[in-house]
């Protein structure tokens, strides 16, 4: 007798065709994204796979027609440095292993739980980065039906991978810094309901002021692009309370308000310290130098692609999460003295 055919969640193809009341020729063309189907009949496999839980499984799919295994990534979007850097350690990793790699940006889809469910059945696992515009039911829509990984989030699901870089430790050696230089009123720029690592760093900004017996203002919650942090910096510059240190959530944020302050006449780090974090590329050349926090992000991806491999490929891998070190990076924008000229 055949096999019958499983997805990770025991139903199968038979049951889903059951469910649908259709052929198994026609989950099979539906599986298959076959145009030679029905909208009706399409739709009824779907919502059957569904309510079953039923992936079917693609690694298997692949080995039948010579295919390599394939991995879908899904990122909120692809402006500002981080999340091609990110893209391209996933990729560079994946294309070294032998996989291929779906992307799936989740601005603008209107129902992104099933967008990314249904990407669940071209692909053998799925790397989704963590943010608010990828929401928990996201993540649960392919829970428990491939192998899920979450990059840059915490361990809040059951059976769900996670990488991230450190991000407590780093901002409150950040925080602690700008107080060694004198200064007391800090402001953290950026929103932590965006994402668990901003959320983290704010943490960590928190605790640098709880050790000296402070308490933390609220954040500054605008989102992490260059006109947000212009706006931002426009309103101090209007006459807003300025602080006399800004602790941004990312690079973009930083750069973006030194250069507004500094082109309406604010001197960073005389009148106000900026400091951020990433330390994109453009963080060494501006001036005054942006002090920030450096964190790997290439390696992020690429540490992502690797233990979504081998939970496909059912390697042994540790149920821990795994995080890869940052570092504190020096430079002028905080009040440190710039470096020597050379010669």
């Not at 799919?61 to 996933?90: D, I």
Request: with cysteine.
């Amino acid at each position: 007798m055949a096999t019958k055919p499983t997805g990770p969640s025991g139903a199968t193809i038979y049951s889903v065709a059951d469910r649908a009341g259709v052929s198994i020729a026609t989950v099979s063309r539906v599986l298959q994204g076959s145009p030679l189907v029905s909208e009706r009949a399409r739709t009824k496999v779907q919502d059957a796979a569904r309510e079953l839980n039923y992936v079917p499984l693609a690694a298997a799919r692949n080995l039948a027609v010579r295919q390599h295994e394939a991995h879908g990534l899904v990122l909120p979007e692809l402006s500002g440095p981080y999340y091609s850097e990110l893209l391209m350690g996933f990729e560079s990793r994946a294309a070294a292993l032998g996989q291929s790699v779906v992307l799936m940006l989740a601005a603008d889809k209107p129902d992104l739980a099933r967008a990314v469910a249904q990407l669940a059945t071209r692909v053998d696992g799925i790397a989704l980065l963590a943010s608010a515009a990828i929401p928990d039911e996201v993540v649960r829509s392919v829970q428990g039906r491939k192998p899920v990984l979450v990059i840059s989030g915490d361990a809040r699901y059951e059976g769900v991978d996670t990488v991230s870089a450190e991000n407590v430790h780093s901002a409150r050696e950040l925080a602690a810094h700008l107080f060694a230089h004198g200064r007391r009123a800090l402001v953290f720029v950026g929103d932590p309901d965006l994402g668990p690592d901003i959320r983290s760093r704010y943490d960590g900004f928190v605790a640098a002021h709880t050790e000296r017996g402070l308490t933390a203002p609220d954040p500054v919650r605008i989102p992490f692009r260059e006109a947000d942090g212009a706006a931002y910096a426009r309103t101090l510059l209007a006459g807003a309370p300025t602080p006399d240190a800004l602790v941004c959530a990312n690079d973009e944020l930083a750069l973006a308000i030194m250069q507004t302050l500094q082109d309406g006449g604010c001197r960073v780090p005389e009148d106000v310290a900026v400091v951020g974090w990433d330390d994109v590329m453009t963080a060494r050349y501006v001036r005054p130098g942006l002090t920030t926090v450096r964190q790997p992000v290439a390696r992020l991806g690429a540490l992502a692609a690797d233990r979504l491999h081998d939970r496909v490929t059912g390697a042994p891998v540790t149920d821990e999460a795994q995080t890869v070190p940052t570092e504190l990076v020096l430079r002028s924008s905080c009040g440190c003295a710039p470096p020597p000229q050379p010669s």
